[in-house]
T-cell receptor, first 114, second 114 residues
Framework: DVKVTQSSRYLVKRTGEKVFLECVQD?????MFWYRQDPGLGLRLIYF???????EKGDIPEGYSVSREKKERFSLILESASTNQTSMYLC?????????????FGSGTQLSVL | GQQLNQSPQSMFIQEGEDVSMNCTSS?????WLWYKQDPGEGPVLLIALYKAGELTSNGRLTAQFGITRKDSFLNISASIPSDVGIYFCAGTSFYSGSARQLTFGSGTQLTVLP
């Protein structure tokens, strides 16, 4: 079974802190994604990566950065966390035939910024 | 990014009833997918549609890719308690910023009452 693992299920951080969300996939997928999920807004793409060290901005990249140093790991970084970044964050990966392929999601990280 | 209008936003139904939800767009989509998110988990792909007019079933689930390429529906027959969750439509359009991006609807929260 494909497994996408997010390092934390719940995180509580303070405004201004630097926050790292980690994601690891075990299926050798080229493509990896970070989404945030907010009630009534669905899933919105923050960043995605189609290869090691490659990244592209999604629809809402402001306030975020990413890092992909190894194929299996994709990190989301909040340089200076703000309260409006309180949300559920979902990592996903896919085969190279995306978007015709399937996205495999992790279980999510619920981030609260106080 | 492109907008998908998903309705209804939430549904409360009795066990055994049939369910219908749909997604519409003002622009043409060339792929439609339906995902389900169980409580506390990431979304999982239910059905993928790649051709206008295509009707596809997966057990009690049936989905169709609209002839106009601007809509899709998902039906669930004879609902059971484990159908509870959030259902998302998603699609790719010719106007996506990148072929690697999916646009997600805002989700339909389904509650099944015993």
């Amino acid at each position: 079974d494909v497994k996408v693992t997010q390092s934390s299920r719940y995180l509580v951080k303070r405004t201004g802190e630097k926050v790292f969300l980690e994601c690891v996939q075990d299926m050798d997928h080229e493509n990896m994604f970070w989404y945030r999920q907010d009630p009534g807004l669905g899933l919105r793409l923050i960043y995605f990566s189609y290869d090691v060290k490659m990244k592209e901005k999604g629809d809402i990249p402001e306030g975020y950065s990413v890092s992909r140093e190894k194929k299996e790991r994709f990190s989301l970084i909040l340089e200076s966390a703000s309260t409006n970044q309180t949300s559920m964050y979902l990592c996903a990966s896919s085969y190279p035939m995306y978007p015709d392929g399937e996205l495999f999601f992790g279980s999510g990280t619920q981030l609260s910024v106080l | 990014g492109q907008q998908l209008n998903q309705s209804p936003q939430s549904m409360f139904i009795q066990e055994g009833e049939d369910v219908s939800m749909n997604c519409t767009s003002s622009s043409i989509f060339n792929t439609w997918l339906w995902y389900k998110q169980d409580p506390g988990e990431g979304p999982v792909l239910l059905i993928a549609l790649y051709k206008a007019g295509e009707l596809t079933s997966n057990g009690r689930l049936t989905a169709q890719f609209g002839i106009t390429r601007k809509d899709s529906f998902l039906n669930i027959s004879a609902s059971i308690p484990s159908d509870v969750g959030i259902y998302f439509c998603a699609g790719t359009s010719f106007y996506s910023g990148s072929a690697r991006q999916l646009t997600f609807g805002s989700g339909t929260q389904l509650t099944v009452l015993p």
